[in-house]
Each structure stands twice: as C-alpha cells, then as structure tokens.
C-alpha cells in the first residue's frame, strides 16, 4: 500500500528508475498468477530501462512465484539462453521437469539440459545424470535408453550401461519388440569387457527373434569365443564353440 501511495505521488518528470523500483517492492509478497502477471510487466519495464540485471531479477522471482505461468518460464528460458547463461538454464529447465506432471514434457527439458551440458557446458556427468533423471518419467522409451547407455560409453562406464540395459530387458519380457536389438547393444557392451561367452549368449538370443540378418555377427562372436578359449587352452570351449559355429 505505501508502495502505491509513492508511486501515485511521483508525476512524469520524476525518475523513472525510482518508479520501477516502487512497482517493483510488492512483488515479493504476491503469489500466482498476480506475480507472474507483475513480473512480466516489471522486466518490460527494466527493459525499456536497459537494466539487465533488473529484468533477470524479477523474472527469476517471478517464476519463483509461480512457475505455473508458461510465457514467464518461456521468457525466462530465452533470457538465459540470448545471454548464454547455460548453467542457470540447464539448473531451469531440471526444476521445471521436476515440477511438471507431463511425464514427456519432463524428459524433453532433460534431454535438452544434457545436451546443454555436453556441448556448452562441456560436463558429460551432469549429461548422464540429465538422462539417467529422464528415465524416470520415461523408463520405457528405448531411444532415451539408447542415448543413455551411449553417453555411459563414451565416459568407460560400460558395467553401470549393461546394468541398466539388462533391467530392461528383463523388464520388457521375451515378446517385446525392442528385445532384439537390445540384446544386440548388450553384445556390444560385453565385447567391450571382454565377456566374449555373454555376447554369443546374447546374440544367440537375438538370432532366435531375428534370423538370418545377425548371422555374420553371430558368427563373429563365436570365432572369438573359439579364439579366447583357445588361448587359454580350453579345449571343451573350443570345441563346443567350433560346433556351433557351423
């Protein structure tokens, strides 16, 4: 109420820095849309000001106030971004895939802070971590799995990879249609450990569902076995792997 007595008394010559700064006072005690409403207006106001620091502030405490408001989020989202402000829009767009009941709008904002992360920010554990969180709302989504078990690659963290592949694998059950391809990918991951015996297991399960189209990596698979086995003088897992290569 003081703060509209004040500005009531201020005329058009006054300083207009000084009337923002009175519009600006009860913003903190609103809630709802009324704050986001006056936040919207405030950073208008900053704006035709030039005071950036003015217009972050209160879209900040805007969204703060109500996150509901998708223009105000939006707005706030294109400030960080126009500024290249990555880390404070990546710290956004994980709370509001936090808050949002849409379970595919969640994984959307974290696909988009990993890459941001990746590829701006340059921290590949804040990316695994933006996915490993998408999953949560997403955990059957087999590219988001893919993404995933990638970027856990690219960091030599292929046992955790293999785990989580595993889970959904089991999970997903011997009928679904993702379940050859999966087990492919798991073959890859154990080639990469050197658990030549886990890869043909998995593409043997795969050759069952597929056919003919992982022949040749079936056969590759096998060849190492034979190869490791051996090397390490085994000669009943040479044979039984000789055998069912042919």
Request: charged share 35%.
């Amino acid at each position: 109420e003081l703060s509209q007595s004040l500005l009531a008394l201020l005329g058009p010559d006054d300083d207009p820095r000084e009337r923002v700064e009175l519009m600006e006072r009860p913003l903190k005690n609103e809630e709802g849309q009324v704050a986001g409403d006056l936040a919207f207006k405030l950073a208008d106001e900053w704006t035709t000001l030039e005071d950036d620091e003015g217009v972050e502030r209160v879209l900040e405490l805007g969204y703060q106030l109500c996150p509901e408001d998708e223009k105000l989020r939006e707005r706030l989202e294109g400030w960080y971004r126009d500024r290249s402000e990555w880390q404070k829009l990546c710290e956004l767009q994980v709370k509001e895939a936090e808050r949002r009941a849409d379970s595919v709008k969640s994984v959307e904002l974290l696909r988009s802070a990993s890459t941001i992360y990746d590829e701006s920010l340059f921290d590949p554990e804040a990316s695994i971590r933006c996915l490993a969180q998408a999953r949560q709302y997403g955990p059957d989504d087999t590219a988001l799995l893919r993404d995933l078990i990638e970027k856990r690659r690219g960091a030599g963290d292929v046992p955790t990879a293999i785990g989580e592949l595993t889970e959904v694998i089991d999970r997903f059950g011997e009928d679904h249609p993702a379940r050859s391809d999966l087990l492919v990918l798991r073959a890859e991951l154990h080639g990469e450990t050197n658990n030549a015996a886990a890869a043909v297991q998995d593409l043997e399960g795969a050759y069952d569902l597929t056919g003919e189209a992982l022949a040749e990596k079936l056969l590759e698979g096998l060849e190492r076995l034979c190869t490791n086995a051996a090397a390490e003088g085994d000669e009943e897992a040479e044979r039984s792997s000789t055998l069912r290569a042919i």
